[in-house]
């Protein structure tokens, strides 16, 4: 903080009478320091911030902060007024004013700042020494660390003896009275914590300091989990299983609450933590007495979020890491392969080749829109492989695993290691992250890991890795198999569409169906793929739409073996199929799986075959029918399609009508009776 705060930047008899013109004045001086270009922008800034939760914190403290265009470089000023200034605390008014400016997208400057100052603010000695410094020199000096407070003890003191409070609390060894009269070697109480903000940098900092403080004085075992806005760290599920009961002080939700089921749990604001820290230990104490426990989370959090469940084995981890991945994958996949087919469609097979429409573009040109379409759809299909890498490291390590995550991909597409390489890259990222949050580092350091330090070390390992040690044979590999696949023709084409077939068809939308996906549009996620990569394209896609269509000719060849639902249902999967979206047969597989599933997959394989045998091509990852002037062979194709589909629903109408296994017994014609009990319990009638 050495160079964000000097003494030009202090004010220690402010006499604005307002939190505007506090701001007004503080800025004015940030401006005369050449910190602010545009004294009236950046105050608008400050006040949108202000707007969105007051900055002001019990204890005579006001910390209005915002990023701004504005803004130069990161800047830190201090006000100390006599007759106080309104910021919105419940005690009434600040005193001690800190203004503090970012630039815009300097996240890094911004949450050093705030948290280190934040965890300051939670020292009574450091205050105290504002409140009595009378040099301008000498109070910047102070809030840059330079000076320790001139009163009892300097704050490193405070925090040595806080720690080695901590330390007798922990091992049971605390000789001193305290607040409960606990017995000297008794097992303390135990609470975890979860702080957030919406910001997540100052109030989610400080409600920590001053929840572990609070702890400490009252003889209380307390750990705290800050949710900020560049990521979190887990707490240890021990400590959880441990704990006597649950503090939330939040603003924003609690990420994996359900974490936290059934324990005594005390929910408030982030103000509440740092205001009223010993009131809030004495709260959850009181429930947890009382036998007051909240009920079992259902759901909650994304699948992201779930993705680090405690009760999964690796192999459940891994394979949620990589569809995150692959989720997020997909829409850069559509979006940028269907631009990419119509910048073909309209502009011709050489459109490739055409100049950038930033030099040339005619309005009245369909070759000028074609190459428009192309090129956008290009630079869409350029993330493909960073987003993979970034999103696997993210459903591993949350956000701090997006910048290395993100680092790696690139290298990968840059190195041509392509789709291994994205994966390699995300694992290798998401696994560095969560290596280095298991470092156990200072408290005044937790608020720049996640944005300073991890992404820094994490991107320069996994970057050292990807160009000098794995990069090259992955490459290598890499390209072996587009080798390979483009030399595949006759009875190993036929063979490889029969696979992709069944895999398309197996889970219908799940983990297997996403791996023969993610294999096909990785082979065309460039910008000149070869005949054999859109072969097989047009293959996997043929195949994921059969299920559904096959489900909805069912239901009108043999509509008495199908329940009304179904009969609705295989409406709705005409266009389902259609569309290519293999998930409208899942209410059919729901209630029959046994039958269902069997007769999807042999459609898909005949599908898959046959599109491989007449040679279809498709450049497009996406789109159904929709896209079928952009397939080579459109006629072909089409058949394939159809043929999968009368197998499928030919195999089912089979399969379900030999379901009546004894004298007696009926199928579901009925609307009631014995067809609601076969649907709700997912299995035939039986009289």
């Not at 013109?21 to 004294?39: C, F, S």
């Not at 307390?222 to 240890?236: K, N, P, Y």
């Not at 859109?534 to 096959?550: E, F, I, N, T």
């Not at 009304?564 to 029959?592: C, M, R, T, Y």
Request: proline share 6%.
């Amino acid at each position: 903080m050495s160079e964000m705060i000097t003494a030009d930047l202090v004010d220690l008899d402010l006499s604005a009478q307002t939190k505007d013109a506090a701001a007004r004045a503080l800025a004015e001086r940030m401006v005369a320091k050449g910190r602010v270009t545009d004294l009236d922008g950046f105050l608008a800034d400050v006040a949108a911030r202000e707007a969105q939760m007051p900055t002001g914190l019990d204890g005579g403290i006001g910390i209005p902060h915002c990023r701004s265009e504005h803004v130069t470089e990161p800047t830190l000023a201090f006000g100390r007024s006599a007759a106080g200034i309104d910021f919105g605390a419940a005690d009434g008014p600040a005193d001690l004013i800190f203004l503090i400016a970012a630039p815009a997208g300097a996240d890094d400057a911004h949450l050093t700042i705030l948290s280190s100052l934040a965890r300051q603010l939670m020292n009574d000695e450091f205050t105290t020494a504002l409140r009595s410094v009378d040099d301008a020199e000498a109070a910047a000096a102070l809030i840059r660390g330079d000076e320790a407070p001139a009163t009892e003890g300097t704050t490193a003191d405070s925090a040595a003896a806080s720690a080695a409070a901590s330390a007798e609390v922990a091992a049971g060894t605390d000789d001193g009275d305290d607040s409960d009269g606990a017995d000297e070697g008794a097992r303390p109480f135990r609470i975890v914590a979860v702080t957030s903000c919406p910001t997540g940098i100052a109030h989610t900092y400080m409600a920590a300091e001053s929840l572990e403080n609070a702890g400490r004085e009252a003889g209380v075992e307390i750990v705290v989990e800050t949710q900020g806005s560049a990521g979190f760290t887990r707490l240890d599920p021990a400590a959880i299983a441990d704990a006597d009961g649950v503090i939330f002080a939040h603003d924003v939700p609690v990420r994996e609450k359900e974490r936290f089921a059934g324990k005594p749990t005390v929910d408030v604001g982030v103000k509440a933590g740092i205001n009223k820290p010993a009131q809030l230990i004495a709260d959850v104490r009181g429930k947890a007495e009382r036998g007051e426990v909240t009920a079992s989370a259902k759901g909650g959090g994304t699948p992201v979020e779930r993705a680090g469940e405690s009760g999964d084995n690796y192999g459940t981890k891994l394979r949620k890491w990589l569809m995150t991945g692959v989720s997020y994958m997909v829409p850069f996949v559509a979006a940028g392969g269907l631009l990419l087919a119509l910048g073909f469609a309209i502009g011709g097979w050489e459109i490739n080749k055409a100049p950038s429409v930033m030099e040339h573009f005619s309005w009245t040109q369909v070759d000028s829109w074609g190459a428009l379409l192309f090129q956008i759809g290009g630079v869409a299909f350029g993330f493909l492989i960073p987003v993979l890498a970034g999103y696997i490291a993210y459903g591993m390590a949350d956000r701090p695993g997006l910048v290395p995550g993100f680092v790696g991909g690139m290298i990968a597409s840059n190195i041509a290691a392509g789709f291994l390489g994205g994966l390699v890259a995300g694992l290798l990222a998401g696994g560095i992250v969560l290596s280095i949050q298991k470092i156990k580092i200072p408290p005044v350091l937790r608020g720049i890991m996640p944005v300073v330090v991890i992404p820094l070390i994490s991107s320069l390992i996994v970057g050292f890795l990807m160009f000098v040690v794995v990069g090259k044979p992955i490459a290598e590999a890499q390209k072996g198999m587009t080798d390979w696949l483009s030399g595949l023709s006759g009875t190993n084409a036929v063979l490889l569409g029969i696979l992709l077939g069944l895999m398309m068809c197996f889970d219908l939308g799940g983990p297997v169906n996403k791996v023969a996906y993610a294999f096909a549009t990785a082979g065309i996620a460039v910008q000149d793929p070869s005949d054999a990569a859109m072969k097989v394209m047009a293959a996997v896609m043929a195949a994921g739409m059969v299920p559904p269509l096959g489900m909805a000719l069912a239901t009108v060849v043999r509509k008495k073996l199908f329940t009304p639902a179904e009969q609705e249902n295989g409406k709705a999967a005409w266009v389902l199929g259609a569309s290519f979206i293999s998930e409208g047969a899942i209410p059919f597989a729901a209630a029959d799986p046994l039958r269902v599933i069997p007769a999807s997959m042999a459609g898909g394989a005949v599908t898959g075959a046959l599109s491989m045998a007449f040679g279809a091509t498709l450049r497009a990852p996406h789109g159904g029918i929709f896209v079928v002037p952009l397939i080579g062979s459109p006629f072909l194709y089409l058949l394939a399609i159809a043929a999968g589909t009368c197998v499928t629903t030919a195999l089912v109408v089979v399969l379900k009508g030999m379901r009546k296994t004894g004298p007696g017994a009926t199928a579901p014609e009925s609307p009631e009776g014995a067809a609601a009990t076969a649907t709700a319990k997912k299995e035939p009638v039986a009289a």
